[in-house]
C-alpha cells in the first residue's frame, strides 16, 4: 500500500504545506493513474487531522507559544522538567515580582485611577470652554500615564504624524483591554462601550463629565441605527475628540488581525488605523476572558517583567468610490496587518463565544446545516 504525503515543514504554524492543488498532490504520487487505489484514503485522513491540528481559528484565542521560557510560571507549567539553575532563578523572580514590583504596581494603578476619578469631576463642573477641554486632556493624559507606568510598560510609537485628529475615527486591532490605555496615554480619544453599573458605572458617569464619551444601554446597544446616528453626530463635530474603537469586537492574540465588524466603516469619515504589536517575552498581554476574570488578569499583567509593545499610525484612509464598508473595512485591515506583522484572517473572532448564524450557513446541502459546522464569516 501506498503512502501518500507532502513535504511539511515547520514554521509560524504548526504545520506548513507547500501551495499544491488538491489534485496534485493525489495525482504525482500515483504517476497520473485515475483509478481508484485504497491509499487514496489515507490521503483525505491525513488532511482531516491536519486540518484539525492545525485549525487556524481557535488557536487564535490562546496564549502565544515562546520558543524560550521567560520564567513565568503561566508560560512554562512543567517547571519539574527544569534545571536546578534556572529553578533558582524562577525563584529569585517570584520574590523580585510578587515582593517588589506588584506592590509597587498597585500603588500606581490606584493613584492614577483615583486621580482619573477625582480631577475629571472637577473639571466636569467647569463651564463649557475651550479651558475646560484643555484641562480635560491634560488630566487624562496624565492619569492614562500613571496607569500605564503601573504595567511598567515600554511602548515605542511611530509615524505619529499620522496620530488621529477630530472629526475621525481612530480602529486598531485588539489584544487587550489596556490597548486603551496604550492608545490613551499618547492622546485623547472619545470612548465607545456599554454602560455598566457599580463601580465600573461610576467611573464611566465621572469620565463623561469632562470628555464626551459615548457609553450605550444595554437595551440600546443592538440597535444598530441608533449607534450610527450617534457615532455620525459625534464625528461630525469637528471640535469633538476623534472615536476609539476596536472593531474585532473581541481579543485576539496577538498573532493575526480577524473580521472587522463593518459598523464604524459605514459612518461617512475618516479612519484612522492603528497596529499594536506585543512583545510576548515580557509578558502576554492577551486576554482571555473565557478563561480568566479582568481581576486575575490584572494580576498577571503586574506580575509580569513588563508590557512591551509598538504601536503605529497608519497614513488616513476614507472609502473609495465604489466600495462598500466590507470591503472598506477588509482593506483597513489588511493594512493593520501588514504593518504590525499579523496574520490577515477573514474569520469572524465572535465565533468563540456564539454559535454561526443561519444566514452563513446558506450555501452548506441540505441537511449538513443542523451540525455544528464552523464557516468563515464573510
Known amino acids: 500500500m501506498k503512502l501518500i504525503c507532502s513535504p511539511l515543514c515547520l514554521s509560524g504554524g504548526i504545520i506548513a504545506k507547500e501551495p499544491v492543488s488538491l489534485e496534485q498532490e493525489i495525482q504525482e504520487p500515483r504517476g497520473g493513474g485515475g483509478e481508484f487505489d485504497m491509499s ?12 484539525i491540528v492545525d485549525d487556524e481559528v481557535t488557536k487564535r484565542f490562546t496564549a502565544e507559544e515562546l520558543e524560550s521560557w521567560n520564567l513565568l510560571t503561566r508560560s512554562n507549567y512543567n517547571l519539574h522538567h527544569i534545571s536546578a539553575r534556572l529553578t533558582v532563578l524562577w525563584g529569585l523572580g517570584v520574590l523580585i515580582r510578587y515582593g517588589f514590583l506588584l506592590p509597587l504596581r498597585v500603588t500606581l494603578a490606584v493613584t492614577g485611577v483615583g486621580l482619573l476619578v477625582v480631577l475629571t469631576s472637577i473639571v466636569g463642573w467647569l463651564p463649557n470652554s475651550r479651558m475646560k477641554k ?3 486632556e491634560k488630566v487624562n493624559l496624565m492619569c492614562y500615564r500613571i496607569c500605564v507606568r503601573a504595567l511598567t510598560a515600554i511602548i515605542t510609537y511611530h509615524d505619529s504624524d499620522n496620530k488621529p485628529k477630530n472629526g475621525g475615527i481612530c480602529v486598531a486591532n485588539h489584544t487587550s483591554p489596556i490597548d486603551v490605555l496604550i492608545l490613551a496615554s499618547d492622546g485623547c480619544y472619545s470612548m465607545v462601550g456599554q454602560a455598566h453599573g457599580g463601580l465600573m458605572g461610576f467611573i ?3 469620565l463623561v463629565k469632562a470628555c464626551p464619551h459615548i457609553w450605550f444601554e444595554r437595551s440600546e446597544v443592538k440597535d444598530r441605527h441608533l449607534v450610527a446616528k450617534r457615532l455620525s453626530d459625534h464625528v461630525a463635530d469637528k471640535t469633538k475628540l476623534p472615536i476609539l474603537i476596536f472593531p474585532e469586537g473581541t ?4 498573532t493575526s488581525v480577524m473580521m472587522f465588524k463593518k459598523g464604524s466603516f459605514e459612518i461617512d469619515c475618516t479612519i484612522y488605523p492603528v497596529a499594536i504589536k506585543y512583545d ?13 476574570r ?18 503605529w499610525y497608519l497614513p488616513p484612509m476614507k472609502r473609495e468610490e465604489g466600495e462598500d464598508a466590507v470591503q472598506f473595512a477588509n482593506r483597513v485591515k489588511s493594512a493593520i496587518a ?4 499579523l496574520v490577515d484572517l477573514l474569520w469572524d473572532g465572535g465565533l468563540k ?18 451540525r455544528k459546522t464552523t464557516v468563515p464569516s464573510i
Open 40 to 51: 487514496d484514503i489515507l490521503y483525505f485522513c491525513r488532511r482531516g487531522v491536519e486540518s
Open 280 to 292: 510576548p517575552r515580557f509578558g502576554n498581554a492577551f486576554w482571555n476572558s473565557s478563561k480568566f
Open 294 to 311: 479582568m481581576v486575575t488578569y490584572l494580576l498577571h499583567m503586574m506580575s509580569s517583567w513588563a508590557v512591551v509593545c509598538s504601536v
Open 134 to 136: 484643555y484641562l480635560s
Open 251 to 254: 481579543c485576539i492574540n496577538n
Open 204 to 206: 464611566q458617569k465621572t
Open 353 to 370: 463565544r456564539s454559535k454561526v448564524k443561519e444566514t452563513q450557513l446558506s450555501d452548506i446541502p441540505e441537511g449538513l446545516s443542523t
Open 338 to 341: 501588514r504593518k504590525g506583522g
